[in-house]
């Protein structure tokens, strides 16, 4: 007894163990599929089968799945895209494998894990017949064929038979047997299905569409259908045709009375996927008809079963148990013999095995296939869907609707529209490129102005080699619209950025660089610049290069896809670091010009560049309207291509246009109506109008400025200390440019009542002319200024003894200098002896004009006179056209009275600013 109790005991924990123990161990690896039509029989059988396998084997695996029907939702295809969509996007866990639809292959990608690393590679090669892109997408292999779906139809023989017709080859003798059948069987059974179409609104009917096309093909060889066909035309109408004389909406849109009308046999053309379900045995299996006999087409579709991307790191091992048995060859024959499935494994239908048992290896090798369009979009889906609805508003819509209008409006769904330069293809196109052809020319033949000497003058605000730079760029932002010809490529796009970058500096540094040289008070910084002009402009090019080397990589092509009307593409950055820096690079052009701006403002009233920089202002302006414009266009979603390429071409055109004239064809129409070659006409004819505003600007901001500095003279804490605005309203009305080289200190202007400010008049060298500059200033004792007086020719003095007398002023040392000496004789030899007794010497002796040489005088004082009138010292100084009419304060002395001299000054104290060097050139 006790050892019955014992083995009846060790039974109870064995059997605990096994039901319990052993089960709680078990992996459970759960899937998630969708079952239309019939198909949850299928998914059932295959768990059952790997479970019983799992067992058999001791696996401790067990696996199931979640089904999505009809009958547990109201899901399709679509929806269960979206689904299955939303657990990827959340990097759900729930589900270790995914069965999907293999059109979904590119969506799902970088969701499921990459096969080739997990399956060996024998077990691959099995499914090698088979399309890879349905499978395989960017060199992984997202998922391995479950089943493959075919469409064939199921042909009713006993119908035919009873009235003497045999199964239709093409789709006229369907047409005309269905018209016969349908009104025999009417009047016993008028709720006969003569043929289904199944049009439904999801992938299904895309499927049944596409191949009712390919069916309609000249040619049985080839693979893709021309959407703008006449036999595509022709299977569209025939498509409607079929619904209208034999079938309704309904009926064509509905998969629910496929099955039931395949068990029941009350249908004569029923067309769908091999069904898994006991088909009536009146029906025949055959293929699809077609436009001509001979020539059929079916869809090629089917499920794939791939790997969760975020599945748990335990999982993977019994996850790929469950898949490697799912796609092997055993089961794969099983799908076939017992599941009525075709399988992606070709090998299959060539075994006995396999065809004795079913009618379906001789289907198989009759089928003439045709892929879904999925290479044609990267978004399927979207396209699937639209393709859809303008086919289905022709089908179920309205009889007058054009059956043409409509499949171009498919075709253009995934046809990106440019503007083409050839002729055959665009009138626009041609025509464009004809106009960037002439302007281009114009530019390039007008820089032999540059080179003919007489129109030097004309071309003076720049050299020769930045204005042919200058050109370059013009020709470059033409070529820009050039690569908006054609196609777009990532080679156009990188070039267009790179060429929109060099144009900017080619056309805007140079001048930039003229406007740093040309500040109103010579600097070390603005002389560098000028003495390095070439380094300057080389850097930015160098910076351009270095920044659109940096994103060369960057570029996609973007695809602004329309429903109702033409597709295009554009040119798109991708990346946070390239678009931040392609932001920066344009803060950093915009400072640019922005600082042009602040400097042609500075220089406004500079005579050398007096019209030159009033030009370049309306460049300016012109080009900012423009990039904005242009910016914000690009910025709007603009879904038009015709309106877009419209408004960028004509953007650029404007901007050629107008820049071009405004700053280098201008000098060429003065030149064209100018009968003068008198090498400084130019520069003669465009200042003479400028003097009497240059003057009178002066005069208005010198009043205005005595004003404001004696109201503002309590706020003062030094005369070193003046306000910024009084500076640079200083700069903005000169009209002449004065050396800084000893850190000049700028007073406030006008303030002659706080400061006795005395205005002096001095002169400089520049390009081979003279020009005079008007500033107010104080001049501390025993400090040098360098003054250069304009002369025609250097051998105009010779005499040896002045030219020495002259060398030895510069070397001496006067601690009080008192005079300006004007010198009214003819002889300069009167004056010789008191040379080393003058500051600054001015004379009306044509003959006695200084030398070009530095002249160094150490001077505290203006002007002195030799009469002891100072209204007579004006007069003989306004003879002089290098001082201005404006001259304040003169200081007499004649007969070296130094003491009357000394008390002149100090009787109006004269202070002159802090300036030491006024330089030649």
Known sequence: MAKIIEKIILFGIIAFYFIFIKKVKSIIVNGLAFAPLAQTELYSYIANEFNEYSERNNLNITFNINLFTSNNSTAN??????????????????????????????????????????????????????????????????????????????????????????????????????????????????????????????????????????????????????????????????????????????????LDIIVQTLIDGNGLFIKTSLMDIPVNKSYKITTIPGNKKGISGTITGGYNVGLNGYIKEEKIEPSREVLMYITSKDVQKKIITDRHRFSGISSLYNEKEVCDKVNICEIYKKLQFVERPLTLTNNYSGYSGIFRYYIYKYLYGDDDMNPAEILKKIDDLTKYYYISPKLKDSNIGIFIFIIYGILSFIIIFSSI??????????????????????????????????????????????????????????????????????????????????????????????????????????????????????????????????NILIIATALFKLMIILFSLFLIFLEWFLKITYNDVRLCTAAYYISILLIILLT????????????????????????????????????????????????????????????????????????????????????????????????????????EIISTKYKNKLPVIGNKIRNNGVQSSVNYRSNNMIYNKRTYSSVDYNEKILLSKNYKNENQIKDNKLNDRMATAIECDIPKPKNILIEKNKDISETNNSLSNVDFYITESKDALLPNKKITFESKHSILDNNGDISESRNILLKHNDIPESIDISIIDNNNNNNKSKNNIEKINTLMKNQKDITDN
């Open 632 to 735: 914000i266009f690009d910025n709007i979603n603009i879904r038009n291509y015709n309106v877009y390429f419209t408004i960028r071409e004509l953007t650029i055109i404007i901007f050629v246009i107008t820049n071009y004239i405004l700053l280098y064809g201008i000098r060429i129409m003065i030149i064209m109506n100018n009968n003068k070659n008198n090498k400084d006409y130019y520069i003669e004819k465009t200042t003479q109008s400028s003097i009497e505003e240059i003057s009178s600007s002066l005069k208005r901001f010198s009043t205005t400025s005595e004003i404001s500095s004696v109201n503002n003279s309590s706020s003062s804490s030094s005369k070193d200390s003046y306000p910024l605005l009084i500076k640079l309203l200083n700069y903005h009305y000169r009209n």
């Open 449 to 578: 102005f540059l080179f003919i000497d007489k129109f030097d003058s004309y071309f003076s605000f720049l050299s020769k080699d930045f204005w042919i730079l200058s050109l370059i760029g013009y020709v470059l932002i033409l070529y820009i619209s050039y690569l908006d010809l054609g196609k777009v490529t990532i080679l156009k796009c990188y070039l267009k950025l790179l060429f929109q970058y060099l144009s900017f500096t080619f056309i805007f540094i140079p001048i930039f660089c003229r406007l740093i040289s040309n500040y109103p008070e010579v600097n070390k910084f603005s002389e560098w610049i000028n003495n390095h002009q070439y380094i300057f402009v080389v850097t930015f090019i160098i910076i351009d290069l270095l920044i659109s080397g940096l994103i060369s990589n960057s570029f996609s092509i973007n695809n602004i896809i329309n429903h109702d009307s033409k597709n295009f593409q554009t040119c798109k950055i991708n990346g946070i670091f390239s």
């Open 77 to 254: 295809t679509d929806d269960f895209y979206s689904v299955t969509d939303s657990f990827f996007k959340k990097k759900s866990q729930k589900y270790d494998i995914y069965f999907y639809n293999n059109v979904y292959t590119p969506s799902f990608e970088s969701y499921l894990l990459d096969l080739n690393k997990l399956l060996p590679e024998n077990h691959i090669n099995m499914y090698k017949n088979i399309e890879e892109y349905k499978y395989s997408y960017n060199n992984k292999l997202v998922g391995m064929p479950f089943f493959i779906n075919y469409s064939v139809m199921y042909n009713n023989v006993q119908l035919l038979e009873k009235y003497g017709r045999q199964i239709p080859n093409t789709w006229n003798e369907l047409l005309e047997t269905g018209i016969y059948i349908l009104e025999k069987e009417k009047k016993n059974n008028d709720e006969i299905i003569i043929y289904n179409g199944a049009f439904v609104d999801d992938e299904i009917g895309m499927g049944s569409i596409y191949e009712f096309f390919y069916s309609y093909r000249d040619d049985i060889n080839a693979k893709t259908v021309d959407l703008t066909s006449k036999n595509t035309l022709d299977a569209l109408i025939m498509m409607k045709k079929l619904k209208n004389e034999l079938s309704s909406d309904h009926i064509y849109s509905n």
